[in-house]
C-alpha cells in the first residue's frame, strides 16, 4: 500500500538549523518532491531527489534514501518567512501520480 | 516563462446549487494538468488529471467532473454540490514526464452553506 509519514508539528528558533523527516512506503518509486505550503496558500515547489544523496539549493537541502524508504528536508539559518508546512511527496511509477502527505507543520520562533 | 491562472479566489455557494472552477496555463504546450482538494489541515487529494486534451482520469468517485477542452485550459464542475465539497481546491501544471514538478495556481477556497 501506500504510506507517508511525517511529524504534525515542529518548532525551531530563528537562525537555527533544523531537519523535517519523512519515510514512505509506495507500490513504485519516480523519486521524491518536497513542498512548502504557506498557511491559506498553494504549495510551491522546493526540490526533487531520485538517486540516494544529498541535493543542496542555497539554504534548503533534501536527503533521499531509497533502500529505507527514507528523506529529510534540511533547512538552514532559519527565517520567520520559513514558517509554513512542508509536504513530501513521493512519485509512484504509473500515471504521473504523487503520494501527499499531510505535511510538517514548522513554526519558527525568534 | 509559465504561469498558471485559477479563478475565483473564495467561493460560497448554497449546497445544490453548480460550480465551475476554470484554471488555464501560459508559456506552455501539451501540460499534464491536475485538479486537487485540501481539507483542512489534510494532504492533498487528486481529484482528475489530464494528459492532453479530452483525455480526462478520475481518481475519487464523487459528484465532481472534469473537462479539458483545450490545450491549456482544464474545468472542474458540480451539477449539484454537496456540503462536503467545501475545501481548497488547487489546480495544477507539470511538464510531461516522471521527474517532472507538479505547479499549483492559487487555489480556490470554496464553502458550501
Known amino acids: 500500500g501506500q504510506n507517508i509519514d511525517q511529524p504534525t508539528e515542529m518548532t525551531a528558533t530563528e537562525g537555527a538549523i533544523v531537519q523535517i523527516n519523512c519515510t514512505y512506503q509506495?507500490?513504485?518509486?519516480?523519486?521524491l518532491f518536497w513542498y512548502q505550503q504557506h498557511a491559506g496558500e498553494a504549495p510551491t515547489f522546493l526540490s526533487y531527489?531520485?538517486l540516494d544523496g544529498l541535493e543542496e539549493k542555497g539554504r534548503f537541502s533534501s536527503f533521499l534514501s531509497r533502500s529505507k524508504g527514507y528523506s529529510y528536508l534540511l533547512l538552514k539559518e532559519l527565517q520567520m518567512k520559513d514558517s509554513a508546512s512542508y509536504l513530501c511527496?513521493?512519485?509512484?511509477?504509473?500515471?504521473?501520480?504523487?503520494?501527499w502527505g499531510a505535511g510538517t507543520k514548522l513554526i519558527i520562533k525568534p | 516563462s509559465q504561469t498558471i491562472h485559477q479563478w475565483p479566489a473564495t467561493l460560497v455557494q448554497p449546497v445544490g446549487s453548480p460550480l465551475s472552477l476554470e484554471c488555464t496555463v501560459e508559456?506552455?504546450?501539451?501540460?499534464?494538468l491536475y485538479w486537487y482538494r485540501q481539507a483542512a489541515g489534510r494532504g492533498l487529494q487528486l481529484l482528475f488529471y489530464?494528459?492532453?486534451?479530452?483525455?480526462i482520469s478520475s481518481e475519487v468517485p464523487q459528484n465532481l467532473s472534469a473537462s479539458r477542452p483545450q490545450d491549456r485550459q482544464f474545468i472542474l464542475s458540480s451539477k449539484k454540490l454537496l456540503l462536503s465539497d467545501s475545501g481548497f481546491y488547487l489546480c495544477?501544471?507539470?511538464?510531461?514526464?516522471?521527474?517532472?514538478?507538479?505547479?499549483f495556481g492559487d487555489g480556490t477556497r470554496l464553502s458550501i452553506l
Open positions: 531527489n531520485v
Open positions: 508559456g506552455t504546450s501539451n501540460p499534464n
Open positions: 511527496a513521493p512519485a509512484e511509477d504509473s500515471n504521473y501520480q504523487l503520494i
Open positions: 489530464s494528459v492532453g486534451i479530452g483525455q
Open positions: 495544477a501544471w507539470s511538464l510531461t514526464g516522471y521527474t517532472q514538478p507538479q505547479h
Open positions: 509506495t507500490s513504485g518509486f519516480n523519486g
